[in-house]
C-alpha cells in the first residue's frame, strides 16, 4: 500500500464511524504561544478538548503535519528520526471513550490494513484495568501481548493529556537487542510503536498541575511514514514512498549510491527529511530569519545545504527537491502544491545566500579546529563561533555539530555572550542615529 493510500484509507475508515475529516491545519500555531510549531495531531484541537471552542463534530479525524526538532542532530542518523513528518489521528471530544478508541485501532490495523496479529503488542497504563480488558476480552489479544507501563501517559507542553495505550509492531528478533527482557517499550528496534491511543481526561496547567477536563476525550496519534514502512516492509521509514524519491533524486544529481557507505547515507536523509520539512514550513508561511519558527526554517535549511556539500554536491540543489517533495505530498496536503513556486523562490534564495559564504566559513571552521586540535584544545571558542554566525551565516548548532564531527564542543555561554554585545552596540547605534534625525 502507498503512503497516500494509507492515509486515505485511515481517513476513510474513520468518516465510517461517524468522524469529520479535516485537511491538516498549519504548521503554526493559532492562538497557542505555549508551542513553536505543531508536534502532535491534536495540537491545533487544544480548543476542542478543553472546551474553549465547540468542535464542528465531536468526532474528528486529520493527517496533521507535525514538526519536531527536539533532537535534530539524530536526523539521519536512526532509522525514524526526523524533523517532518504526519500523524494520522481519530479524535473524540466528550462523544466516544477508550472502548470505542481500542476496538477501532483494532479493527484498521487487523482488517482494512490487514496486519499479523501475532505481531501486534500493546501496553497499557498500569492501573487501567478498563484498557487491558478491552484488549484481552474484547479484542482477543493474548494476555502475553500485553504489558503495563508507568511510561504510559502522553502529554506535550500545556494542555490536554491522560493515560495512554500503545500498539506496537514486532519487526522480529532480528532488529532486537541482547537484553533478555526485551519487550515493548524497550530502546531497541524490534518492537516499533505504531500508534498511540490517549485517554485524555487531564488538562496540564502553565504550574505543571493536572486538572480534570470537563468530559473526556480520545486522541490517538500514528505516524503515517512509521505505519507505511511496516506496510512496505522497510527498514527504515527513509525508504517508504513518502521520502524515497527525495533520495533517489540526491543521489542522482551527488552521483552516489543509498545504501553504499554509511557517512553518504547519513546526508542523503538528512536532505530528504530536511528538504520536506523546508517545503511544508514555507508552504505554511514560515520564511527564513533569525528568530523563532524563522530561525528554525534556517537552521534546517542550512543543515540541508551543508550535507549537500559534504555529498559533493555543488551549486543549487535543495530548491529542485521541492518539486518532488510536491510531488510526494500534494495528494494528501492540498496547500502545498498550491505554494510550490512560492516555496522554490524562498528556498533558492536562502540556499543562494548559504552557498556564497558556506565555502569559506567551512575553510575557517576546519582550519580553526586544526589549530585547536594542535594546542589539545577541544572546545572551539565562543567569539568564533559568533563570527561563523555573524559573517558566514552559520546557525551555532551548526557550527556545534561540525565541530562535534571532530570531537569538539563549541563555547556556549562566550558565544551568548559575543551575540548580547552584538545587540548592544545595534541599540547604541539606533538611538545616534536618532539623535542625529532628531537634531535640526
Ligand atoms: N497525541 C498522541 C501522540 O502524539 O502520540
Known amino acids: ?249 540526491t543521489a542522482k544529481r551527488a552521483g552516489v549510491t543509498y545504501n553504499d557507505n554509511p557517512n553518504t547515507d547519513v546526508s542523503l536523509k538528512v536532505i530528504a527529511d530536511h528538504a520536506r520539512a523546508v517545503t511544508a514550513l514555507i508552504s505554511d508561511g514560515v520564511l527564513p530569519s533569525n528568530e523563532g519558527r524563522g530561525y528554525v526554517l534556517r537552521r534546517i535549511l542550512r543543515r540541508a545545504v551543508r550535507h549537500g556539500r559534504l555529498l559533493g554536491i555543488e551549486g543549487i540543489f535543495l530548491t529542485p527537491l521541492v518539486d518532488v517533495v510536491v510531488d510526494i505530498l500534494g495528494p494528501g496536503i492540498k496547500s502545498i502544491a498550491e505554494k510550490k513556486d512560492f516555496v522554490k523562490r524562498v528556498v533558492q534564495n536562502e540556499e543562494e545566500r548559504f552557498n556564497q559564504t558556506l565555502e569559506q566559513g567551512l575553510e575557517l571552521l576546519n582550519s580553526l579546529i586544526d589549530t585547536l586540535a594542535a594546542e589539545k584544545a577541544t572546545v572551539v571558542p565562543g567569539s568564533e563561533v559568533f563570527k561563523l554566525y555573524d559573517t558566514y551565516g552559520f546557525p551555532w548548532e551548526l557550527t556545534e555539530e561540525i565541530a562535534s564531527e571532530r570531537g569538539f564542543t563549541i563555547d556556549h555561554e562566550g558565544f551568548e555572550a559575543a551575540m548580547k554585545e552584538q545587540r548592544e552596540r545595534a541599540r547604541e547605534a539606533r538611538v545616534k542615529e536618532d539623535a542625529k534625525v532628531a537634531t535640526p
Open 1 to 249: 500500500m502507498k503512503g497516500n493510500e494509507l492515509r486515505q484509507a485511515y481517513l476513510q475508515f474513520f468518516e465510517s464511524k461517524g468522524h469529520l475529516k479535516l485537511d491538516t491545519f498549519s504548521l503554526i500555531p493559532e492562538n497557542d504561544p505555549s508551542l513553536l510549531l505543531i508536534g502532535a495531531g491534536m495540537a491545533p484541537l487544544k480548543p476542542f478538548f478543553t472546551g474553549k471552542l465547540v468542535p464542528p463534530c465531536h468526532r474528528i479525524t486529520t493527517s496533521q503535519t507535525c514538526m519536531r526538532t527536539g533532537d535534530l542532530e539524530n536526523v539521519g542518523r536512526t532509522a525514524r528520526h526526523h524533523t517532518f513528518f504526519e500523524m494520522l489521528g481519530n479524535f473524540s471530544f466528550g462523544d466516544y471513550f477508550k472502548k470505542e478508541a481500542i476496538h477501532w485501532a483494532w479493527e484498521f490495523l487487523t482488517e482494512v490494513i490487514k496486519l499479523d496479529k501475532n505481531r501486534l503488542y500493546v501496553t497499557v497504563y498500569p492501573d487501567d484495568q478498563e484498557a487491558y480488558d478491552t484488549w484481552h476480552k474484547e479484542c482477543g489479544v493474548e494476555e502475553s501481548h500485553i504489558s503495563r507501563l508507568e511510561d504510559n501517559f502522553w502529554e506535550i507542553g500545556e494542555g490536554p493529556c491522560g493515560p495512554d495505550s500503545e500498539i506496537f509492531f514486532d519487526q522480529g528478533p532480528e532488529h532486537g537487542c541482547d537484553d533478555p527482557n526485551c519487550a515493548p517499550g524497550c530502546d531497541c528496534d524490534r518492537y516499533l510503536e505504531i500508534w498511540n491511543l490517549v485517554f485524555t481526561q487531564f488538562n496540564k496547567m502553565p504550574d505543571g498541575s493536572y486538572e480534570p477536563l470537563q468530559h473526556k476525550n480520545i486522541d490517538t496519534g500514528a505516524g503515517l511514514e512509521r505505519l507505511a514502512s511496516v506496510l512496505q516492509g522497510c527498514r527504515t521509514n527513509f525508504e517508504t514512498d513518502l521520502i524515497y524519491p527525495i533520495i533517489e533524486a
